[in-house]
């Protein structure tokens, strides 16, 4: 695998990437996308960052839902992966979700971005006072559990989940 890229950085979404978002999305096709804040609609683009700050300040969640902030790994003018961060669990994230969900944009996957962006999620983590971040992959992403792993992710329990019953794994990573 190629060296890591450290050129990459953690913004908070903006304006500046609406192209590149479009792409991102175009690219995804009927993929699944992962973390959900890439589900929302994006048409009205000013709208939508809207939605997000909103999502971080815990204003007109559904119910279940908690706050969390969206984070975007970008560089040179590219988005090339997202991340949502939760600001606390609830039982349901507790089984299945945990603190931090991530996507590498497919073009941009296997070159070390996954593992980048999760290290940055968690310092933000740290800066929120998680000290212990749960992260949460179907058993069988290899992808996944690699980069949990390289971030010293400690696996605490797996079990079926949902009615595919599906294996979920889940890893804490101890962020002291
Ligand atoms: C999971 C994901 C974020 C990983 O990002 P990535 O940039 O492709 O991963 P990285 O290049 O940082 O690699 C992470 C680790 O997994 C390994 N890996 C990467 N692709 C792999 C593959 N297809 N099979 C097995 N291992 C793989 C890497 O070798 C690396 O491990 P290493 O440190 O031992 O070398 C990315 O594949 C993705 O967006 N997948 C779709 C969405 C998703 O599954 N999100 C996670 C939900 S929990």
């Known amino acids: 695998m190629p060296e890591a890229d450290t050129s990459s950085s953690l913004i908070l979404p903006s304006a500046e990437y609406e192209q590149s978002y479009r792409a991102y999305i175009e690219e995804l096709g009927d993929d699944e996308r ?15 960052l809207r939605r997000l700050r909103d999502c971080a ?12 902030s969206t984070f975007w790994l970008v560089d040179g ?33 296997g070159r070390g971005l996954g593992k980048r962006l999760l290290a940055l999620t968690i310092r933000q983590a740290r800066r929120r006072g998680i000290d212990e971040v749960h992260v949460h992959c179907n058993k069988g992403n290899l992808a996944s559990a690699g ?4 971030n010293g992710g400690l ?4 079990g079926p989940y949902g009615h595919a019953g599906e294996i979920v ?5 101890i962020n002291r």
């Open 77 to 109: 003018g590219e988005l090339l992966g997202v991340s949502n961060l939760r600001h606390e669990l609830n039982d349901v994230l507790r089984e299945h979700g945990g603190h931090i969900g991530l996507g590498v944009r497919p073009a941009a996957q």
């Open 155 to 158: 696996l605490q329990s797996e």
């Open 34 to 48: 992962y973390p959900f804040p890439l589900d929302f609609e994006h048409d009205d683009f000013a709208a939508l």
């Open 57 to 68: 300040d815990g204003v007109g969640l559904p119910d279940g839902f908690v706050a969390s």
């Open 169 to 173: 794994q889940r890893y804490i990573v």
């Open 147 to 150: 980069m949990i792993l390289a």
